[in-house]
């Protein structure tokens, strides 16, 4: 929890310092050292972005609606969502699960009403208030039982481990959230939301023409 606050106060400080512009290399964004790159089997004809975000992360809440609204619009981007997980941080875990049962049931609509809740003290890392949340969002019985199965299930606790070693990877380097990471090869800097967007998309078009 201490490194999120950390990292959205870094992003607050530093948000000023980027001005609407062609995105630069060592201001907007920096290249990861080629050892983290990925060997690839065959051509892709998609892009990876990595979010490492936190449900807790203001900065995270305000650029939801438009990396989804860019991912939604742009084809050829494959959104990789992780929630942030340092050390054994419960609550983090807990968002973990919920992040990695969103992401399997295809459930993204569920990323806003999940970042109002918690921005208004609902705590649905309870079960119970869980499933309030859910059925307020338009799951019924059925859609909640199996989302809450697969909450609990042995594959989403095999994803937050995953998620907790790439939070922690210093390949990665994820000292702060929102950390968007694109092609597994560019590190996007912290900026005002509709920046990181930008950047991100410049980003993209910059690794599918060296495709």
Same mark, same amino acid.
């Given at each position: 929890?201490?490194?999120? %606050? ?22 907007? /964004? ?6 983290? !790159? ?7 004809? =998609?892009?990876? &972005? ?12 305000? &650029? ?9 619009? @742009?084809?050829? &981007?494959? %959104? ?10 419960? !609550? ?6 919920? #992040? ?7 459930? $993204? ?11 208004? @003290?609902?705590?649905? $890392? ?13 799951? #019924? ?7 809450? $199965? ?21 390949? /990665? #380097?994820?000292?702060?959230?929102? =950390? ?5 090869? /560019? ?7 509709? @920046? %990181? ?6 980003? &993209? =078009?910059?690794?599918?023409? $060296?495709?």
């Amino acid at each position: 929890m201490k490194k999120i %606050l950390l990292g959205c106060i870094s992003f607050l400080f530093m948000a000023a310092a980027f001005a609407s512009s062609a995105p630069q290399e060592g201001v907007d /964004y920096a290249v990861i050292p080629q050892a983290i !790159n990925k060997v690839k089997t065959k051509p892709s004809k =998609t892009v990876n &972005v990595k979010e490492f975000f936190s449900f807790t992360c203001i900065h995270c809440k305000d &650029v939801e609606p438009l990396i989804e609204a860019f991912v939604s619009s @742009r084809k050829g &981007v494959e %959104l990789e969502k992780i929630q942030a997980v340092w050390g054994d941080d419960l !609550n983090m875990r807990s968002f973990a699960k919920l #992040n990695a049962t969103i992401q399997i049931m295809k459930l $993204n609509r569920l990323y806003i009403p999940a970042f109002d809740a918690v921005f208004s @003290r609902q705590n649905i $890392n309870d079960p119970e208030i869980l499933k309030t949340f859910l059925k307020s969002n338009g799951l #019924n019985n059925d859609q909640i039982g199996k989302f809450m $199965n697969m909450y609990n299930s042995f594959d989403v606790s095999i994803i937050v481990a995953k998620y907790k070693t790439m939070t922690e990877d210093p390949k /990665y #380097n994820i000292t702060g959230t929102p =950390t968007f990471i694109v092609a597994d090869k /560019y590190i996007v800097s912290p900026a005002l939301p509709a @920046r %990181l967007v930008e950047v991100v998309n410049a980003l &993209v =078009t910059k690794s599918t023409a $060296n495709k």
